[in-house]
């Protein structure tokens, strides 16, 4: 299912995994739009965004794993990464410099597995 209609993104933030959270208004919108635009809500799905109207050849389908809703394996593995910095007593790095330096370590250790 396509769900379009014109909006305003009204706000943008940033969140604590660097992920990006965006607020669309949109105009008073009819029951059958509003029973559509419900249906999506808490549903990961990719978003296209154009200042005009969306024309089909706009819009391409990705054909990996976040196309069914699941998480690539870099993603799990970011994900998992992050759950552990928040469970870590002593949080006095940002996430993105304790994430890059285990991703470090991680590749060491594959690199010195390497002939």
Known sequence: MIFQTNATITKV???ADQ???VQIDTPELPENSIAKLFGLRNKEM??????VPLKEEDITVP????ATGKKTPSQ??????????EQQ???SKPFDDFYREYMQKIIDQVQNKLE
């Open 76 to 85: 799990r593995l970011r994900a998992s990464i992050f759950i552990f910095w």
């Open 63 to 66: 054909e990996y794993t976040e």
């Open 46 to 51: 990719w978003v296209a965004m154009k200042d």
């Open 13 to 15: 933030m940033t969140m």
């Open 89 to 91: 007593t002593d949080r």
């Open 19 to 21: 992920g990006i959270r």
